[in-house]
């Protein structure tokens, strides 16, 4: 069974940055693509970054620019570096597959301030 333990959340002034980690065990970690999600206070879960087996990566228009999906396939982490983050970046995040096959973690809490 897959199990995801994101962290790096935190309180951050806008303009701020901060680091997310997503450890993932229980797959085969290195063959999969994976995303980062995010939902904001009364929306929907969305993806925001992805990132393929081989490196490949795409963004929201929403954070391209500003955000930096990478992974350690040595650690079984999948990073995000949230730069210059805006109060509407505030939500939970969360790490998965990027279809969203496996169950949810319980995310990291990102609040950025005015």
């Known amino acids: 069974q897959v199990q995801l333990v994101e962290s790096g959340g935190g309180l951050v002034q806008a303009g701020g940055s901060l680091r997310l980690s997503c450890v993932i065990s229980?797959?085969?970690?290195?063959?999969?693509?994976l995303g980062w999600y995010r939902q904001a206070p009364g929306k929907q879960r969305e993806l925001i970054a992805d990132?393929?087996?081989?490196?490949?990566?795409n963004y929201a228009d929403s954070v391209k620019g500003r955000f930096t999906i990478s992974r350690d396939n040595g650690k079984n982490t999948v990073y995000l570096q949230m730069n210059s983050l805006k109060p509407e970046d505030t939500g939970n995040y969360y790490c998965?597959?990027?279809?969203?096959?496996?169950?949810w973690g319980q995310g990291t809490q990102v609040t950025v301030s005015s």
């Open positions: 229980g797959s085969i970690f290195s063959i999969y693509a």
């Open positions: 990132i393929t087996s081989g490196r490949r990566t």
């Open positions: 998965n597959h990027k279809a969203a096959l496996w169950s």
